[in-house]
């Protein structure tokens, strides 16, 4: 079976540091693209960062500048290193990942439980 598992969350005071790992476990040939995202209390689910295949990378507008995506040459995993994070950098993070299952004709989408990270003084 194929999951897609975060980890690395907690409680961060503002101006920290966080590292988010996301690593694909199961039967796969090879992932798309793997990605970012980040859910707060009344705020729409927003793109964090994505990381393609052809190792093209983009940012969202709120983040680019402070954290840095990045992947291994297996393509089944990616972290997220997190500086400067302010208090509205709280939420939960999750990781995407379109990817195509061993023997699979097609491409199929993975979400994570995701991750909480909460950033407080």
């Known amino acids: 079976q194929v999951q897609v598992v975060e980890s690395g969350g907690g409680l961060v005071q503002p101006g920290g540091s966080l590292r988010l790992s996301c690593e694909v476990r199961g039967d796969i040939t090879s992932t798309i693209i793997m990605a970012w995202y980040r859910q707060a209390p009344g705020i729409q689910r927003e793109l964090i960062a994505e990381l393609h295949q052809n190792g093209h990378i983009s940012y969202g507008g709120t983040v680019e500048g402070r954290f840095t995506i990045s992947g291994d040459t297996t393509r089944k995993s990616m972290n997220l290193d997190m500086k400067n994070l302010e208090t509205w950098d709280t939420g939960v993070y999750s990781c995407?990942?379109?990817?195509?299952?061993?023997?699979?004709?097609?491409?199929?989408?993975?979400w994570g439980q995701g991750t909480q990270v909460t950033v407080a003084s």
């Open positions: 995407n990942v379109h990817l195509i299952r061993k023997g699979a004709r097609s491409r199929t989408t993975y």
